[in-house]
């Protein structure tokens, strides 16, 4: 096992960027190739016909055999993503798609019942709920594509654009319908329906006001979220709208233009790499971490080599001022080093427990400085519920917006850490946060012991999509951390109870197959538990054997981001591998 561990590990270095940190490529997404395209053949189909000629090609060939598209080339088919790229090919594919659009349109007619474009647009809308962050932009594609009909954009729903213009601070009390992070698809997709409603032919009076907001919360690079999705829906809303030489539109295909890969495809952002960087140290912390925890700050180990330079680039990532798109407080940290980024409660919390690991003493006050802010991000962030949401508090109950069980896990390791270094008022703060946090996970906890994540599912789990291995792996390893075993116990006996036959794990016992990911997960949350040191060993063994003793890493679809969308990055297997192996050999020994 050593020899998998020191494979691995010089893996995960050999991954680093030029500077010294990880990026990790994220997988190329089809839903992301379809917007893409429809988006700049809208802006003009013939100045940028290579590109969109590419793009339908790349989505011809990565069609699924069963005439459907799943968000990534690993994915199941979805009504999603086979109608944006049905709609994309049917509107720019030309006389190459005529045999992929026919095997989709089997496809949805077999989804949906018909092809009757209120039928379809009613199973959208049952995919997603009350939430129309996802389901109103699709829907705009059809119609601009012109598969949802002539009367198409009577079955979009007419988002409020004019509540943008209201002050920010009100948005949590009029529960808009869209999350906080699409405010930018609320204005532009809202002013489209607009314009294309009976009165869109006279003059709104918000739509200055809200355009120049447009405007400034587009970041430098032009791409909302570094996402293409995002960037793209917003750029075909504004085209339809009529407003082809708005300012984010000149900005967005910019973006487009800068992010499509050499296949014509695009993924679904651009990087993580804040997220993928502090996954690494603190899997590398791992490797020593007794050494790391009980050392004093110059007696600590070097964790790799250059690790001063990723400790620069980290803090550097912080925001020092109030982020524009969500108007959050400084403090926090985004998964991007890029523009589009914003700050968010699962990046934070790591970036507050990676700069800790690289503490050697020397930079003490700075990195105090950071974390303190850094912690009081993350305390000013909390909902009334005691969970954490992911950007911002107090929105709502749609995704991203509500309290989230594995965010709130991670959030409860930094604030534990970093607790006794804070000054007294914020210690105290800490202690009663937690208290609140505690009571929230024993609230969600269900009655098998597990709990559900936000950030992750498993397209295998075909009911419900869910992936309590995530989830409760990360929400034991907090638990345990912050000395809450009994609370821990339950969601531990869960994970040893759903150890598929194999050894290793996915999201239910032998219902969803093994990743790499999810038995590392598990491996590293059960490993210092005395109960599951026969279930650590079988998960260890599964690992050397499905990683080639550390050398071969294949990455699953076990993310998805936004509102069920899927994706996979390729650095995952490779990190967890690191952490889980670097935690097994103090299987069955007490914590330190």
């Known amino acids: 096992m050593i020899e998998a561990l020191q494979n691995a590990r010089r893996r995960l ?44 090609g790349w989505l011809i060939a990565n069609q699924n055999d069963d005439g459907g598209w799943g968000d990534t080339t690993k ?9 944006l790229c049905w709609s994309a ?45 996802f389901s109103v932009p699709i829907l705009m594609l059809c119609a601009i594509c012109g598969t949802l009909g002539p009367k198409g954009w009577r079955l979009v729903l007419r988002l409020p654009f004019e509540l943008a213009a209201f002050p920010r601070e009100w948005f949590a009390i009029m529960r808009l319908p869209v999350v906080s992070y699409a405010l930018p698809a609320l204005i532009a997709i809202g002013y489209a329906g607009y314009r294309k409603s009976w009165a869109g032919c006279f003059p709104h009076p918000f739509w200055p006001r809200v355009s ?13 979220l570094e996402a293409a999705p995002l960037t793209s829906f917003v750029t075909m809303a504004l085209v339809a709208a009529g407003e082809n030489d708005h300012p984010v539109v000149k900005r967005s295909v910019h973006f487009l233009l800068d992010t499509v890969r050499a296949d014509g495809s695009w993924p679904i952002d651009t990087n993580l790499a804040t997220w993928s960087t502090t996954l690494s140290v603190k899997a590398l912390a791992e490797t020593q971490e007794g050494q790391v925890n009980n050392a004093t700050l110059s007696e600590r180990p070097i964790l790799f080599e250059g690790e001063n ?17 969500t108007n959050s407080a400084p403090g926090g940290w985004a998964w991007t080093d890029l523009s589009g980024g914003v700050p968010d409660a699962d990046d934070t919390p790591g970036a507050l427990l990676a700069i800790d690991y690289l503490d050697r003493g020397d930079r003490a006050a700075e ?12 305390l000013d962030l909390q909902n009334r519920d005691g969970g954490i949401p992911t950007f911002c508090r107090g929105w709502g109950a749609l995704p991203f917006d509500r309290s989230s069980e594995d965010l709130t896990a991670h959030t409860l390791r930094a604030w534990h850490q970093w607790q006794d270094r804070m000054s007294p008022e914020v210690a105290k703060r800490i202690e009663e946060s937690k208290a609140r946090a505690l009571r929230y996970l024993k609230k969600k906890q269900r009655a098998d012991g597990s709990w559900s994540p936000l950030w992750f599912g498993n397209q295998y789990r075909i009911v419900d999509e869910e992936n309590p291995t995530y989830g409760t792996a990360m929400v034991v390893r907090a638990l345990d951390e912050i000395g809450e075993v009994g609370l821990a116990d339950r969601g531990a006996g869960w994970l040893i109870a759903n150890q598929n036959m194999d050894g290793g794990w996915g999201a239910a016992k032998d219902v969803t197959p093994s990743t790499i990911e999810e038995t590392a997960l598990a491996v590293a949350s059960l490993a210092w538990r005395r109960e599951a040191l026969e279930n650590v060993t079988r998960g260890v063994a599964w690992l050397l054997q499905e990683t080639g003793n550390g050398t071969r890493f294949i990455p699953s679809p076990i993310g998805f981001y936004f509102a069920r969308l899927w994706y996979f990055e390729r650095s995952y297997p490779i990190i967890w591998t690191v952490e889980a192996l670097g935690r097994a050999p103090c299987a069955g020994l007490p914590r330190s």
């Open 212 to 224: 120049r907001l447009l405007e400034e919360i587009q970041p430098s690079s032009g791409g909302f």
């Open 89 to 133: 090919l049917t509107r720019f594919g030309g006389d190459a798609a005529i045999l992929s659009i026919d095997s989709a349109r089997s496809w949805i007619r077999d989804y949906v019942g018909s092809m009757n474009p209120g039928l379809i647009a009613e199973t959208v809308k049952a995919r997603y709920g009350k939430d129309r962050t």
């Open 367 to 378: 990195i105090q400085k950071a974390a303190g802010k850094g912690v009081v991000w993350l």
């Open 309 to 325: 330079a990723v400790l620069d680039w980290l803090l550097g990532q912080q925001y020092e001022e109030v982020h524009p798109f």
């Open 75 to 83: 994915s199941f088919s979805n009504i999603s993503t086979t109608l």
């Open 13 to 56: 270095l050999e991954e680093r960027v030029e500077a010294g940190h990880w990026e990790g490529e994220l997988s190329t997404s089809a839903l992301s190739t379809a917007t893409a395209l429809v988006a700049l053949g809208c802006v003009d189909s013939e100045k940028y016909k290579e590109e969109v000629f590419k793009a339908t």
